[in-house]
């Protein structure tokens, strides 16, 4: 305990009460001085540093190679005449959720209002293709014709911010010798046919894809209706047991600009 004794003023020595006056004087004076505010400290920002070029060469070299579908049974799932703002998100839903990548061709005249979906399929990895401006048989049209649904529908893809499409597939699979030498992409058809178009019952979808499903195959469906949504899970549930599921890029490993008609591996 701090005890405190009492003074009489009389008794103090006059040196004294000069003494705690002064200090009393300085005691105050801190007391009312205005505090110092330092600054706070800013966090040391680290050096970012640029990639010498041996470490690129170094991540470069532990990359997977590429998929050899010529060695390994790989299947394409392709998707035409969208996009469609109902089923196609349902189908990219699908595919992210197993970890596939198709193929889209894409109707140039469905893109306006939907570049949004053309941008979350590149973004996602999946392929884009050409599937003509209007859905019209081509070898019932004129040269300039083909060559006008073709450059309309690139024009539209790209002007979405995607890369241009290097293949087209030909509505109807028609394709003659006018419509190649006037479509300046690799013309893309196809082996497995589960006409998913023509059928309202997922399940017929599902038995039909199987049933035709070999290493190799280009499997045509659509993402525009709703029973080829509701078929596809079990679709890449099954496939997934014994294929590698990719690109038709992939499949028939195409550079681009390669000509000629393909079916399938």
Known sequence: MWRFRKFSLGLVRPQTVTALLAALLVIGGFLLSPKIIRPAQVASVPIIRPISPHMVKAAAIELPAPLDCGKVPCIALTFDDGPSPEITPQVLDILDRHHVKATFFLIGSRVPGNEALLRRMHADGQEIGNHSWSHRDMTTLSPDEVEQEVSQTQQVIAAAGVPVPRLFRPPYGAVDEMVRSHVPLTVLAWNVDPEDWNTKKPQK???EVLSHAKPGAIVDMHDIRQPSADALDPILTSLEQSYRI????????????????FYGR
């Not at 990719?246 to 000629?260: A, F, H, N, Y």
């Open 205 to 207: 979808i599902i038995d």
């Open 246 to 261: 990719v690109t038709v890029s992939q499949l028939l490993d195409i550079p681009s600009g390669q000509p000629g008609v």
